[in-house]
């Protein structure tokens, strides 16, 4: 079985700071990997996904993340952030195959706080 | 384009009632998918389901809880004779096919407070 592992349960950063969200999985087979951010008393939103490829993505709101198969990492990076990312970061992964796909096993999730 | 839209978004529950949660995928996926967020946990898959079938169920309690997703409407998560410890945030995602590459929508969830 999978698991995910999100290293820092709370980042607090000050605005227009870099900030790296770390995440950590474990699997005996290749893995898709997400990203999702929930503001509060909301839903998921996609940041970004990879599933194959290059091991730089690139997602929305400016976001980053880098697949490192050797480290089993894929921690997501912005080099500054604003107020308005302060929320709830979920790191998550699923197996290929057609019924997997979208069973996601998400990690316990890092609290991005931005200070002005 | 309508997202996934759950309801109720909040509902309160007194010990051995029972909750049922409503879920509308985007319009034109088939696919719908059922999470759950205990306090101080992340999310928990619980069931898969296509139109009228359960393909996995592996995350769900054995008893009390069902899920269902008919021809016509919406998917269905329902508790039974809840008790405390089903306190939590349920949410709903949905994806047009299970094809490797689909994003998966979540929906902005039902918060479910047994009293």
């Known amino acids: 079985a999978q698991s995910v592992t999100q290293l820092d349960s709370q980042v607090p950063v000050f605005e227009e700071a870099p900030v790296e969200l770390r995440c950590n999985y474990s699997?005996?087979?290749?893995?898709?990997l997400f990203w999702y951010v929930q503001y509060p008393n909301q839903g998921l939103q996609l940041l970004l996904k990879y599933l194959s490829g290059s091991t730089l993505v690139k997602g929305i709101n400016g976001f980053e993340a880098e697949f490192n198969k050797s480290q089993t990492s894929f921690h997501l990076r912005k080099p500054s952030v604003h107020i308005s990312d302060t929320a709830e970061y979920f790191c998550?992964?699923?197996?290929?195959?057609?019924?997997?796909?979208?069973?996601?096993?998400f990690g316990q999730g890092t609290i991005l706080t931005v200070h002005p | 384009n309508a997202g996934v839209m759950q309801n109720p978004r909040h509902l309160v529950r007194r010990r051995g009632q029972e909750a049922r949660l409503r879920c509308s995928p985007m319009k034109g996926h088939s696919h719908v998918y059922w999470y759950r967020q205990l306090p101080e946990e992340g999310l928990k898959f619980m069931v898969y389901l296509q139109k009228e079938n359960i393909i996995d169920e592996s995350g769900m309690p054995k008893e009390r809880f069902s899920a269902e997703f008919p021809k016509e409407g919406p998917s269905i998560l329902r508790i039974q004779q809840v008790v405390r410890g089903d306190s939590a945030a349920y949410f709903c995602?949905?994806?047009?096919?299970?094809?490797?590459?689909?994003?998966?929508?979540f929906g902005e969830g039902s918060w479910l407070t047994v009293v």
């Open positions: 998550a992964v699923s197996l290929p195959g057609g019924t997997s796909y979208g069973k996601l096993t």
């Open positions: 995602a949905s994806s047009p096919t299970a094809e490797t590459g689909n994003t998966i929508y």
């Open positions: 699997s005996s087979v290749s893995v898709y």
